[in-house]
């Protein structure tokens, strides 16, 4: 038999990765903080994310059917914004709040800008941002074992010192996924081993709003360490920063995402009303994502390495 | 159709000013969180408009043309005056409420822009129809919006509960997002509603003389110069 030689155009080297195995990663990288939320805050932790995700997946069915466009929830992400936006929300909830959020999430903020991969913001945070202005009460009681109490951030700004490996360990009140931080870490490990993330955001994130609050806000290494373990801060930089839609796809520019995310932070919780601020920093900076990558496009292979912002000034001259 | 009832027709309907030409937007985002604010703004303008367009447009031919913006503009300001003094001798309520978006309608895109755009050019009875179709159309974009989200962020229709008492008002509809939302959405229904072809891009050419514009009026030449008088 003769070798066939198959002659076609490129991409010759192909990725065995999919929408659906990414989503899969990410929700699975989820699971061990998840299980610490429903055993933490009981059983009505899961039932608020299980009414998250299907409210997700089926206002995409509905929206995706009722538009006559191709039907998209066996690719997970409806799933990952689903559990992502649960897991921002505090154990005692009302359930209707968590299914509102899930349809403004869908419908709103990804499917009337067309869908996966065309979002601006992470719908998932834009929802968590409507549900805390509207419903600013409910969204922001925390309680743990029956007990209603500050979060470690609000505490600490009133000057009470709080116990670090409490927090590490996430015996502490929070919305359900962001109490456990080893338990976020165990699941970003799985995220960066696998590849489906990389370290640049995350880190560029933290190292950036702890030298921020070390040096604007309290010097003591202690009270820095306890506002990284604190809030949603290492969540929010390993799984919402990180969503592949709305941060820059440049390596240049994923650590000026990162710088920008940390200032952003730092301020808000140092001086803004609230003592948390990782959400409005996230959905805040997914909107100077395209500013960033334009700004730090790398020079195409064979053209002279002129640096992004130098090529955008040239051009605002040239008009 | 009727040319006067034309002008009312296009002013409330197929070139309403907020949900087709996008006019006024300060106000509309700023003032409609409830529908009586909507109406109120949207009332007191439309007075500004109708007088405005009746005066400028019998005024122009004595108008220089290197001077009408300052004219039009002495012209507009005049009325909103009077209708700042009366409102705040009759409506004092009303008048706090609306604030300085009352003085403000003086540099009302849609004011002017009628002034420019029709009044100059065309008789003054028409002009004055012209803007009370403008009007119109402006006190009921407001209405509605006001009144969208008067209901979702407090519950309530002009002041009066109409959703059952356990419904949680979302508050969000009250405040800056809330009013970006309601627009989009009034916008996307209006155009869904107002002609076939306008979202689709499908309809044939039966239906688009039917509905007269295609939607997209500024790649379209024939109605590129509408509005200039015919």
């Not at chain 1, 899969?24 to 805050?41: E, H, N, R």
């Not at chain 2, 403000?104 to 009044?119: H, P």
């Not at chain 2, 979702?152 to 800056?176: D, E, K, M, N, W």
């Amino acid at each position: 038999m003769s070798k066939l030689f198959n002659v076609s155009s490129s991409p010759h080297v192909r990725s065995s990765e999919t929408t659906r195995s990414i989503m899969m990663d990410v929700a699975i990288a989820m699971l061990p903080a998840t299980a610490y939320g429903v055993f933490q805050f009981g059983l009505h932790a899961l039932l608020v994310l299980i009414v998250t995700i299907l409210a997700c997946v089926l206002s995409e069915y509905v929206y995706e059917k009722g538009m006559k466009k191709p039907i998209t929830i066996s690719d997970f992400s409806a799933v990952v914004t689903g559990m992502i936006l649960a897991l921002n929300m505090p154990a005692t909830i009302p359930l209707w709040i968590p299914a509102l959020g899930g349809v403004f999430a869908i419908i709103v903020v990804k499917q009337l800008y067309g869908g996966l991969g065309q979002n601006f913001m992470n719908p998932a945070l834009a929802a968590r941002c409507f549900l805390l202005i509207s419903f600013a009460g409910k969204m922001s009681s925390f309680t743990l074992d029956g007990w209603s109490g500050a979060t470690p951030l609000a505490a600490m700004r009133n000057g009470e010192t709080m116990d670090l490996a409490s927090m590490f360990i996430g015996k502490i009140p929070g919305t359900i996924g962001e109490v456990s931080v080893i338990a976020l870490l165990i699941g970003a490990a799985y995220l960066v081993v696998r590849k489906v993330i990389s370290l640049r955001i995350p880190l560029t994130y933290i190292i950036t709003t702890a030298v921020f609050i070390f040096i604007f806000g309290n010097h003591d290494p202690y009270y820095v360490a306890c506002e990284v373990c604190g809030g949603g801060l290492i969540f929010g930089a390993f799984f919402m920063a990180t969503d592949y839609v709305t941060s820059p796809v440049t390596p240049a520019g994923q650590y000026v995402f990162g710088v920008v995310l940390g200032l952003l932070t730092g301020i808000f919780r140092l001086w803004g009303a609230s003592a948390e601020g990782v959400s409005y920093a996230i959905i805040l900076s997914n909107l100077l994502v395209p500013v960033i990558e334009k700004a730090t496009l790398p020079a195409a292979f064979g053209r002279e390495s002129e640096s992004g912002w130098a090529k955008m000034f040239a051009k605002k001259e040239g008009k | 159709m009727n040319k006067y009832v034309e002008r009312l027709y296009n002013g409330i309907w197929k070139e309403n000013p907020i949900f087709v030409q996008m006019l006024g937007l300060c106000p509309t985002l700023a003032v409609t969180t409830s529908a009586i604010n909507g109406v109120g703004m949207g009332l007191s303008s439309t007075a500004v408009l109708v007088c405005a367009n009746l005066l400028i447009s019998a005024l122009r031919h004595l108008i220089p043309d290197r001077v009408r913006l300052p004219g039009e503009i002495v012209v507009v300001a005049s009325l909103v005056t009077i209708v700042d003094m009366l409102m705040e001798g009759f409506l004092p309520s009303l008048y706090s409420a609306l604030g300085i978006y009352i003085p403000l309608i003086v540099v009302n895109c849609i004011i002017l822009g009628r002034a420019e755009s029709f009044a100059m050019k065309n008789t003054p009875i028409l002009s004055a129809f012209d803007g009370l179709g403008m009007g119109l159309g402006f006190t009921i974009a407001l209405g509605l919006i006001g009144a969208c989200r008067e209901v979702l962020g407090a519950g309530t229709v002009f002041g009066i509960q109409v959703t059952p008492s356990s419904f949680q008002p979302i508050s969000i509809f009250i405040l800056a997002p809330g009013a970006f939302f309601v627009l989009s959405m009034l916008t996307a229904l209006q155009n869904k509603l107002k002609a076939p072809c306008a979202t689709n891009g499908s309809a044939d050419k039966e239906e688009k003389e039917n509905f007269g514009c295609t939607g997209n009026c500024m790649t379209c030449a024939e109605h590129k110069t509408e509005g200039e008088g015919k």
